[in-house]
């Protein structure tokens, strides 16, 4: 991998906010959250989550994994369901500026596929979506590969962290990570 990619990696290893990803010992399933998803203490792919929250809301999903996995360093980017995406679990389409410089992303998850699956699927696929966009901002995207070392690593990474199996490869097509130059 590059040398560029370091430090954001190490911020994310860093961030104190990955514990509350893990089993804590006063977690209280009996009190699922309501307003809001609360992590605190519970895996995000914890199988629970499959009862408490078995259609989560994407644009909160984003939202929380910013904050906590991300350490807020993603922008506000749309997360939509996609009723048309029938041969790939999630998109992200990137949008540059003259210059190249990535000024903003969409994400799209294929509600066809999706919705037959578990919840766990939803989230793993947003993360990687949400990968993509984070090294398209951060300039850390591999040359001529969207999964290259860089994207490896930072899947490993979180997969090691978070308990995910967020999957890199694209050779089934569950991925379509569209580069889209405006
Ligand atoms: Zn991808």
Partial sequence: ??????????????????????????????????????????????????????????????????????????????????????RATGACYPFFDEEGNCVQCRIYLSKPILELRPRRDTVETLLHEMIHAFQCFRKTKDEGDDHGPNFQNFVEILNDSLGTNITVSASLEVYVCVQQPS
Avoid: A, C
């Avoid at 699922?32 to 499959?50: A, F, K, M, R």
């Fill in 1 to 86: 991998m590059s040398e560029g990619s370091h430090p954001t990696l190490y911020i994310i290893l860093d961030n104190p906010d990955i514990s509350y990803f893990y089993l804590e010992e006063e977690n209280d399933i009996s009190s699922p959250p309501t307003d809001q998803l609360t992590y605190s203490g519970l895996s995000i792919v914890d199988p629970i989550w499959e009862t408490i929250d078995p259609n989560p809301n994407l644009q909160t999903l984003y939202n929380d994994f910013n904050e906590r996995i991300f350490s807020g360093m993603l922008p506000e980017i749309e997360v939509k369901w996609s009723n048309r995406m029938t």
